[in-house]
């Protein structure tokens, strides 16, 4: 059963609105006071999880992430404590959810901001997959997950078994900087950009003049997924220059989706990218499930179809499907795989490269390795520990390059207090392994003569 919030609705939209005082405002509350006072709320910050040095300051405050996540968290925990439904002594199971190419620190922040809103987390579990588990559904699935923030897509194996129904996600992919919102976005610089050319005045030199377009943009984009033609009317924007800005104009589906045409070629490319990888033609999928609110999308519906070869499914509102699917979902079946792979950075020969560890596509319950190193120089004393996480590159494989794009340092570390040997002779050994219930990481390096020197290298937890 999905509760309703506070506001009488099922979907708790994810925004915080922060009053003078630090007080905050969650949902559609916080979505109440975006247009009066846009540069008080904060949106999505999901897609902000992986930045580490990314904060808003509002009223001279500076928040984290992992600050609005919190609030988010414990906007829910009060509305299950609320429920009729629910007494708050009997709930024994917190399950969080999570985009399936998370990168390592948005998972860690994400277990963060649980504990800072005071939350004991059973696991995380990835989206696509809690998705999966709504649907009466066997055989190879592709979960196509477009929300407000992200696009996640898996590839989910579900078979019937004498111990009941098992998932097993076989491949994920997707595109942490695509969401609704940027087709929003997209639509409303179309409209400021004609506005301006017919009226010489630009709507964002005002943030509130702007803000409360998109919102009129926003729910003309829902309009148009059912409608071939809507209307945005708002006769009073707002003031710039001492004139009242006013928008009445029609907008037909057609001008949308080319508007919006980049942006569904976005769309497009991992969706065929994790089909080329599973070896899967069109018709081969045996469903497709359609999961988050960009799914309404007809163009959006129409780019899974042609790709898949298959009829999207949608009979659970796309909203709630992941909501519904993490109250029935059990991380001790099915581990996910590994989103990225997992090195750490080694001099070989005249080069410094990227050793990998841990491989893309290894089940987390799997994901435990380690290796063998040693210094470079004479009576070295100290060596230092990077360890990196990486996307394929074009070749695809992880590039061995730790400067390349798809490179990213997670953390870093300094085994020190090694013996003085001749370069070669001292043994480090580097461990990893990944926690299959929360998907995060944990890193050593031990020094093998001196049982009682080794270090933990810190993944970056936040601010």
């Known amino acids: 059963q999905v509760i309703e919030n506070t506001s009488g609705n099922l979907v708790t939209p994810s925004l915080v609105y922060y009053e003078e005082d630090g007080s905050v405002r969650v949902g559609r509350a916080a979505e109440g006071m975006e247009a009066a006072r846009p540069n008080q709320v904060v949106r999505e910050i999901k897609r902000e999880m992986d930045e580490p040095d990314y904060t808003i300051e509002i009223h001279g405050e500076e928040y984290t992430p992992v600050d609005v996540s919190a609030e988010i968290l414990k906007e829910m925990r009060s509305v299950a404590d609320s429920a009729d439904a629910a007494d708050p002594d009997e709930v024994d199971k917190i399950v969080v959810t999570v985009p399936a190419y998370f990168k390592e620190r948005a998972k860690k922040r ?45 590839v989910v194996e579900v078979t019937e078994t004498d111990d009941g129904r098992k998932y097993q996600t076989k491949d994920i992919d997707g595109d942490m900087e695509l969401g609704g919102r940027d087709f929003d976005e997209a639509l409303t610089e179309h409209i400021i950009e004609d506005y301006k050319e017919v009226n010489g005045v630009d709507i964002r030199d005002n943030d509130r003049t702007y803000s409360e377009l998109r919102g009129h943009v926003e729910r003309a984009k829902k309009e ?41 070629d976005r769309a497009r490319e991992p969706l065929e990218t994790v089909m080329d990888r599973q070896d899967m033609d069109p018709g081969d999928p045996d469903d497709v499930l359609l999961v988050g609110g960009s799914t309404r999308m007809p163009a959006v519906q129409e780019l899974v179809e042609e790709v898949t070869g298959v009829d999207p499914t949608m009979d659970v509102a796309p909203a709630r499907v992941v909501a519904r699917g993490a109250s ?35 089940p987390l319950s799997e994901c435990e390795a380690s290796k063998k190193y040693t210094t470079t120089e004479d009576d070295q004393t100290s060596v230092s520990i990077e360890i990196f996480e990486a996307e394929d590159g074009a070749d695809g494989g992880p590039p061995t390059d730790p400067d390349a794009e798809e490179v990213e340092l997670l953390g870093d570390g300094v085994l020190d207090k090694i013996e003085p040997a001749p370069a070669g002779d001292p043994e480090i050994e580097v461990s990893f392994s990944i926690d299959p219930s929360s998907g995060t990481l944990k890193a050593t390096a031990d020094d093998l003569k001196d049982p009682d020197n080794d270090v933990t290298i810190e993944i970056d937890r936040g601010m």
Do not use: C
């Open 328 to 362: 029935i979902a059990d991380r001790g079946e099915g581990p996910p795989p590994l989103p990225r792979s997992i090195g750490v950075k080694v001099k070989r020969g005249g080069d410094i490269v990227v050793d990998y560890l841990l491989e893309k596509g290894t």
């Open 110 to 154: 994400t277990l963060e901001a649980a504990e800072q809103a005071g939350l004991d987390v059973s696991f995380l579990t990835p989206e696509p997959e809690a998705a999966a588990r709504v649907y009466d559904e066997t055989g190879e699935l592709i979960v196509y997950d477009f929300g407000g923030g992200t696009l996640d897509i898996a």
């Open 224 to 264: 148009l997924s059912d409608e071939e033609e809507t209307s945005i009317v708002a006769p009073a924007l707002g003031t710039l220059n001492g004139e009242i800005i006013g928008i009445n104009r029609d907008i037909t589906r057609e001008e949308f989706e080319e508007v919006i045409d980049d942006l569904l």
